[in-house]
């Protein structure tokens, strides 16, 4: 069974990260869930939360999740996080576990201009998830190389959560509540 991997800047992680990287266990696609968030997203201008700041909520988001593990390295890795050169270095520690990279569809499109694409899909099979409103666009790219998931439908975005918490509105169920607590602590997003 291979290992799925699920990266992103996650700022904030959300219940929908949570809920997507258990639609794919539940659909049997892997054995496990791998989830890294980024230093540095070379697709975002910035972000909301430190690097660790963010990979603290991914822990707490993910702590209960089973089969499911987070793991630090473009964090420590510092500067801008490709994928490619975390999905080599996977490869190189799990050289017989076969990788499937998690995307949403709506990341499709863009998938060419990732840096080394054409390596990724050497390295790992990718598995699209469709996201509300962008299941149109999986026909878009490169479609034989990639695993189109059963439907999921969620509707939750790290861009409309910060805005909720900066204009002080409530996030109960959009958030895991170890993470909410997590951001009033550390007064995030504000």
Known sequence: MPLAVLGGSFDPVHCGHVAMANHVLQCGLARDVLVIPAFNSPFKAGTGASAEDRLEMVRLAFETCPNCSVDDREVKRGGSSY?????????????????????????????????????????????????????????????????VAPAFDQRVSSTEIRAILASGQPVAGLLPSAVIQHIRENDLYN
């Open 83 to 147: 994928m490619v050169e975390t999905l080599e270095d996977l490869h190189r520690q799990n050289p017989d576990r076969s990788l499937r990279l998690i995307i949403g569809a709506d990341n499709v499109a863009d998938f060419p201009q990732w840096k080394r694409s054409a390596d990724i899909l050497k390295i790992a099979e990718i598995l699209v998830i469709g996201r509300h409103g962008n299941a149109e666009k999986i026909s878009s790219g490169p479609s034989a190389s990639f695993i």
